[in-house]
């Protein structure tokens, strides 16, 4: 399973970011595609989580109503729509797949995400 983040940069308080996670046909068919972050000197966080109907979607507590999940079934991709950002956003971003919510199995190289005050 592969998986391939893309979309993070720098961005001002307030702003939005687009996450991208790239994988392919079967896995997005047939798995559980969840977002993770990390912060710096903190451990890996769940974001938000979307199951291969698209109908079973999950969002940490900190990020509903700012942040969006959704998939591309013709583009074999998953996205992370992130508007509102504060800087405690800043972190890691990590795609991971799962057969089940809840279980991650393959990991993204991440991708970095900066959120200037």
């Known amino acids: 399973v592969q998986l391939v983040e893309s979309g993070g940069g720098l961005v001002q308080a307030g702003g939005s970011l687009r996450l991208s996670c790239g994988t392919s046909e079967r896995t997005i068919g047939s798995y559980y595609i969840a977002w993770f972050r990390q912060a710096p000197g903190k451990e890996r966080e769940f974001v938000a989580r979307?199951?291969?109907?698209?109908?079973?979607?999950n969002y940490e507590d900190s990020v509903k109503g700012r942040f969006t999940i959704s998939r591309d079934i013709a583009k074999n991709t998953v996205y992370l729509q992130m508007d509102g950002l504060t800087p405690e956003d800043t972190g890691i971003y990590y795609c991971a797949a799962g057969p089940y919510s809840g279980r991650t199995e393959y990991w993204g190289q991440g991708t970095q995400v900066t959120v200037s005050s």
């Open positions: 979307i199951n291969w109907a698209g109908e079973d979607i």
